[in-house]
């Protein structure tokens, strides 16, 4: 569980860093506002801790793993760079 939530925070830090360097943009704005919908499965304009575990976990679930279950940091950051452009691309929709 503790290796779950070390590499939960790795990735929410490497989103996180990612974002900060990227150009305020009204394409972002949209992006971050579908993700927030995404995350929240009762639609009460609101994301719980659990609404974002499950989200996030999901997410941390469809990465290539090692043969010992983990995620190394070259396939985060695919992940990370595939999102965001997948993102970016149905925020521009």
Same mark, same amino acid.
């Given at each position: 569980?503790?290796?779950?939530?070390?590499?939960l925070?790795?990735?929410?830090?490497?989103?996180?860093?990612?974002?900060t360097?990227?150009?305020e943009?009204? =394409?972002?704005e $949209?992006?971050?506002?579908?993700?927030?919908?995404? @995350?929240?499965?009762?639609? %009460? #304009? *609101? &994301?719980?801790?659990? =609404?974002?575990? $499950?989200?996030?976990e999901?997410?941390?679930?469809? @990465?290539k793993?090692t043969? %010992? #279950? *983990? &995620?190394?940091?070259? =396939?985060?950051? $695919?992940?990370t760079?595939?999102?965001?452009?997948? @993102?970016?691309?149905?925020?521009?929709?």
């Open positions: 569980m503790k290796t779950f939530l070390a590499a925070l790795a990735c929410v830090s490497l989103v996180a860093s990612t974002s360097f990227a150009k943009s009204e =394409e972002s $949209k992006a971050m506002m579908m993700q927030l919908k995404k @995350m929240d499965t009762n639609g %009460d #304009g *609101m &994301v719980s801790k659990d =609404e974002y575990m $499950k989200y996030h999901a997410r941390y679930d469809a @990465m793993k043969k %010992d #279950g *983990m &995620v190394d940091m070259n =396939e985060m950051k $695919k992940m760079r595939m999102y965001m452009r997948n @993102m970016e691309g149905e925020a521009s929709k």
